[in-house]
């Protein structure tokens, strides 16, 4: 039975037809049951309950059209969060420093500013006090979210030395620029979508997203056009800016375009799947990536056509894979953008076409995924796991879920029924990366540490190694031929060259050390372990 002859046979049952709205509302069907109401309430003006719901929809349209933006609120809170960025973004003052081993080298060097990690919380924060304000949502809620997203931040604060060495200090952080800004989007979803948490709510929060991220593009372009041509007249009239000014236009107007944005483009006072989707920047964004996504299918097609002529590129080149991963990101983005988030935005017609060209690209993006996966498990087995390669396998292995969730689901679903079922892959796909997002977050410093106690009782050269260099420690001294890996404070000697390279081991990861450095280090069990005695350095 279709939403027509539903609500045609629920003409005197209030209870019951709302009961099929909300069905609607999960299915992504909001579109379609309106317009039943819509043509039912054309056939018969006179009825009270078609009546309520007609100008119930009429009102929520003009309510999410002409929504009044809280400039009382969103001034204020946008003026504080940039001067918070821009006291932040004092590197003087506020930078992360790589912590050293405790004996290695003296001094810590700044590696990035405090505000690189912290922005993402902190906006969040504002972000969540103007939707709680303005749209009237339970302060119990949107509190312990800001509490948690900054409580977040500080622990990666605290625990980032515990990587020990520095070049997982390094990633630990480098990774936390990313994933920290994930975890503020989620906890600002979660926000939203409390108490709807149907895969047509989920999808929908996604959508905005992507219009609001975009609309905070456009900040940071026109912002730094401004503060390009600020700056440059000011070089042509030979006037130094301060650093102090400069901060404020780039750290300080970088701290107002969140809330702005937010405010712009969500009505705080409507669920996700309320907002408006069909004109404006949410309509233009829409159109103009499902005109990308027939040439995205193009690209896809000639690109696994060439990928048996070049196969090893991505398990040799790290650049090549970067840029793959790079690209299926892209390419997941694609897919959600470029689908309606209620059945009743496009015509059966067209709807048809763009299943099938969103099946067919996810379909070839499945493919390159696995040949991604493939290549990033190849380089670490021949080399070492990171805290890079950890997340990004995490990331890899989730996309491609998502991908087989999306062909499944595809596969198994009517024609009327595609829709929700894509909703249902994305919102499964959404809770797994903020899953693994967090699972990043707080475990890698733990997975990566070192024994700080076994360490601190080797030579100062060799802590030296240590903490500038990833497992495997291979040492050796130039007056000496036998190469040992330390191991748990413990040298163990290594046979023979043919050893060496059945274990992976490459010559660049031999470090040399002073002898009476090596000599003072206890002997472990040789490799392999009948080698007998090790031979001293």
Known sequence: MSYQDTVSALAEDAERLEQVYQEAVGAGETAVFQQAIGENYKKEPDNLLFAAWFYRFQYAAEQAKGFAIAW???IPLALVNGLLFWYLSDDQRFTIK?????????????YIPTIILFAAPIAAVFVLVYLTAVGRKNWRLSLPIGTVLLAVGGYVLLTYPQAGTRPFQEQYLSLMALHLPLLAWAGVGVFLTAGRRDPANRFAFLIKSLEIFIMGGLFIGAGGLFTAITFGLFAVLDVNVPTLVQRLFIAGGGG??????VAIIYNPAAPPIEQTFNEGLSKLIALLLRIMLPLTLL?????????????????????VLITYNGMLFAVIALLAGAAPVSRGE???RLGR?????????????????????????????????????????GWNVINIL?????????ARAKAAGWLRALHRAYSAGTAAYVVWTLAVILAVPWLF????????????????????YPNPILLKCKQSDPIYLLEHGEKRWIEDIETFNDRGYVWRDVHFVPCDDLRSIPDGVSIPADAGPPPAP
Do not use: C, H
Not at 449 to 466: A, C, F, S, Y
């Open 72 to 74: 009382a609120w969103v």
């Open 98 to 110: 790589i912590v050293s081993m405790p004996q290695a080298a003296a001094d810590r060097y700044g």
């Open 256 to 261: 107002l375009i969140p809330v702005v944005a």
């Open 299 to 319: 690209v896809l097609l000639v690109y696994t056509a060439f990928i048996p002529f070049n196969f090893r590129a991505p398990f040799d080149n790290r650049d």
């Open 346 to 348: 496009l015509p059966p």
């Open 353 to 393: 076409w763009l299943r099938g060209g969103m099946t067919a690209v996810a379909a070839l993006a499945l493919i390159i995924s696995l040949y991604a996966l493939a290549a990033i498990l190849y380089r670490t087995a021949i080399d070492r796991l990171t805290p890079n390669r950890l997340a990004f396998i």
């Open 402 to 410: 998502l991908l087989i969730l999306i062909l499944l689901y595809q």
């Open 449 to 468: 540490g070192i024994n700080q106690g076994e360490v601190e009782k080797l030579p100062e050269t060799v802590q030296d190694v240590i903490f500038n």
